[in-house]
T-cell receptor
Framework: AQSVSQHNHHVILSEAASLELGCNYS??????LFWYVQYPGQHLQLLLK??????LVKGIKGFEAEFIKSKFSFNLRKPSVQWSDTAEYFC???????????FGTGTRLQVTL | DGGITQSPKYLFRKEGQNVTLSCEQN?????MYWYRQDPGQGLRLIYY???????QKGDIAEGYSVSREKKESFPLTVTSAQKNPTAFYLC??????????????FGPGTRLTVL
């Protein structure tokens, strides 16, 4: 069965620390990959996406993610987090030929001053 | 101002009552989706529709029903058969092109509490 795993459920970092959130998937076939963010009280919004080409993708607010096909991973990174990055982060995957997305369980990031 | 609207923001119902959640989009998207979000479980797909008058069950469709009579609207009914209906419900839409980038855009959500 298709699945998406986010192993970090709750991460606490100090401002300026580096961030890496893990995302692994179990899918047969060519995939599209997404990271969404849900800030407190706001809509779920897209951070970045991988469709094809360069496996290192850059998104909004200084986030980036690297698609490593051999490891079935799409980890999210940011070199220096800010207090405003406090939010819940969701990895999502779909088959390239489909419209249906499968989400991971989410990682709650708390950035302290 | 393009986007997805969900109403109401908060909804309270008594156990055993059916309730319908509204979702409207003016993005001219073909595909629409309903998700349920519970703490620690992420988003789980309830139903989705790729075109008007057609819809498919998602991963947790039991106890829910939908209709898609208009491109802009995709209402979700939570029936009395849903054993644990209290949750945060999110509606989304996308261009629906299989093979396309298919980024999904989300509404603000409806928090349903069944008393």
């Amino acid at each position: 069965a298709q699945s998406v795993s986010q192993h970090n459920h709750h991460v606490i970092l100090s401002e300026a620390a580096s961030l890496e959130l893990g995302c692994n998937y179990s899918y047969g076939g060519t995939v599209n990959l997404f990271w969404y963010v849900q800030y407190p009280g706001q809509h779920l919004q897209l951070l970045l996406k991988y469709f094809s080409g360069d496996p290192l993708v850059k998104g909004i607010k200084g986030f980036e993610a690297e698609f490593i096909k051999s490891k079935f991973s799409f980890n999210l990174r940011k070199p220096s987090v800010q207090w405003s990055d406090t939010a819940e982060y969701f990895c999502a995957v779909k088959l390239k030929t489909a419209s249906k997305l499968t989400f991971g369980t989410g990682t709650r990031l708390q950035v302290t001053l | 101002d393009g986007g997805i609207t969900q109403s109401p923001k908060y909804l309270f119902r008594k156990e055993g009552q059916n309730v319908t959640l509204s979702c409207e989009q003016n993005l001219n998207h073909d595909a629409m989706y309903w998700y349920r979000q519970d703490p620690g479980q992420g988003l789980r797909l309830i139903y989705y529709s790729q075109i008007v008058n057609d819809f498919q069950k998602g991963d947790i469709a039991e106890g829910y029903s939908v209709s898609r009579e208009k491109k802009e609207s995709f209402p979700l009914t939570v029936t009395s058969a849903q054993k644990n209906p209290t949750a945060f419900y999110l509606c989304a839409s996308s261009t629906g092109l299989a093979g396309g980038l298919n980024e999904q855009f989300f509404g603000p959500g409806t928090r349903l509490t069944v008393l």
